[in-house]
């Protein structure tokens, strides 16, 4: 637990809670309610606002990129907002906020930034790093779906295109799955912050919902980008499939009658030249004749 002392309020930031650091802040902050602080050890909640007498209490999720799984994921944010206070934990896994408490406890210059104003900007310092540490997960997203792109269209290999595929799929649906419900929550954290008497908050969560009506949009986006790459790659492997059934029925066919003559002058009764000394040879060249025309006539029909 790491507690920053500004001019005017104070910011108390948890790393990992546990059950002994939600009695220790009980304790100093009895208006909490228990509910609320029994939200903060669920890693299930929903994104919202608790709007109370004299505090907000606020869930926000951000994605974090798993470099070692390759999957996205969410990490929990929770804040109580207070005229005079700020209380924030989460799992550590956000780096734009662990740098950020430690910035402002090792550099004087960025607590005064930070705390120059009301609280209300530095639950907005808060949210808007975290909000741009998103960029760099959705322009990862916008490169990997362009490689993709080329190796499909490239002809890469199959079991190993619909994989990648996948991942960019879940990953995109992920990151949509974690901002859609934050959209809602951002819009009314302006009104819910005004209420608390902070002047400011129109000008600054003002921002923020364009930070995460950018991110819907590009999104959106993406999610159009991975459908059509499923489509085009289901459609290039139906081609090829197509293709080699085609090549394959072309063969069968044209080797179908000469199977026939082989089996019937296989068959022990009187046939055609079978009297001549040169029956091998009669039987032979006209199967390569009819051979041949049969390739001739299915290269003038584009079938081969």
């Known amino acids: 637990m790491k507690e920053i002392l500004g001019e005017g309020f104070r910011w108390i930031d948890v790393e990992h809670p546990s059950k002994a ?19 903060t050890l669920s890693p299930i909640q929903r994104p919202k606002i608790d709007e109370f007498d004299d505090h907000l209490f606020i869930v926000l999720h951000f994605p974090v990129f798993e470099k070692r799984t390759h999957k996205l994921t969410s990490s929990e944010v929770d804040m109580f907002v207070g005229e005079d206070y700020i209380v924030t934990l989460h799992d550590g896994r956000l780096k734009p906020l662990t740098e950020m408490v430690d910035e402002v406890l090792d550099d004087k210059k960025k607590r005064i930034e930070y705390f120059g104003k009301d609280a209300s900007y530095l639950v907005y310092s808060i949210l808007n790093s975290l909000l741009d540490y998103c960029f760099p997960i959705l322009y990862k997203n916008d490169v990997n779906l362009d490689i993709l792109e080329d190796k499909i269209f490239e002809g890469g290999e199959f079991s190993k295109l619909v994989e990648e595929l996948s991942i960019e799929r879940r990953n995109v649906l992920n990151y949509r799955r974690i901002v859609s419900p934050q959209r809602g929550v951002l819009v009314n954290l302006e009104g819910a912050m005004k209420k608390m008497g902070f002047k400011m908050a129109d000008v600054y969560f003002d921002d923020l919902v364009d930070h995460i009506e950018k991110i819907w949009s590009s999104l959106e986006e993406q999610k159009e980008v991975v459908d059509g790459l499923n489509e085009a790659n289901l459609a290039l492997v139906n081609t090829l499939t197509n293709d080699v059934v085609r090549v394959l029925t072309v063969i069968t066919v044209i080797f179908l009658p000469l199977t026939l003559i082989a089996s019937l002058y296989g068959m022990n009764v009187p046939l055609p030249f079978m009297e001549s000394e040169y029956a091998f040879e009669i039987i032979l060249g006209f199967m390569l004749a009819l051979l041949t025309l049969m390739v001739f006539f299915f290269r003038k029909k584009h079938w081969i």
């Open 21 to 39: 650091d939600l009695e220790k802040i009980h304790k100093d902050f009895p208006q909490f309610h228990p509910l609320a602080l029994e939200d």
